[in-house]
């Protein structure tokens, strides 16, 4: 059984830093992308950054970049999304995923996600 479990959400000021771990247990990470994505109250669930097995490849939304860095270490089974200068706009729940295969923004191409950590950022 695959579990992903996202830790590290909480309840921060504009400007602050955060830093979101997923730990993968049931399985290797090996040739599997991850990804993360958020969902606000009341809007639907969107990609934020994806990565690829081996790191060479990432994927970022547009609203994000040069804000977040994605990590992985795929020995520890984690994946890390660093997410700096955060906005009140980035305030949502935040899940890990697991895909075999691509880097994809689709949330619906991922086979495996974690319940959620949540993201406050208050302005």
């Known amino acids: 059984q695959v579990q992903l479990v996202e830790s590290g959400g909480e309840l921060v000021q504009a400007g602050a830093s955060l830093r979101l771990s997923c730990v993968v247990s049931?399985?290797?990470?090996?040739?599997?992308?991850m990804g993360w994505f958020r969902q606000a109250p009341g809007k639907e669930r969107e990609f934020v950054a994806a990565i690829t097995w081996d790191s060479d490849n990432t994927n970022y939304a547009e609203s994000v970049k040069g804000r977040f860095t994605i990590s992985r270490d795929n020995a520890k089974n984690t994946v890390c999304l660093q997410m700096n200068s955060l906005e009140p706009e980035d305030t949502a729940v935040y899940y890990c995923?697991?895909?075999?295969?691509?880097?994809?923004?689709?949330?619906?191409?991922?086979?495996?996600w974690g319940q959620g950590t949540q993201v406050t950022v208050s302005s």
């Open positions: 049931g399985r290797t990470l090996d040739w599997y992308a």
């Open positions: 995923a697991a895909r075999r295969g691509w880097a994809s923004m689709e949330s619906s191409r991922y086979d495996y």
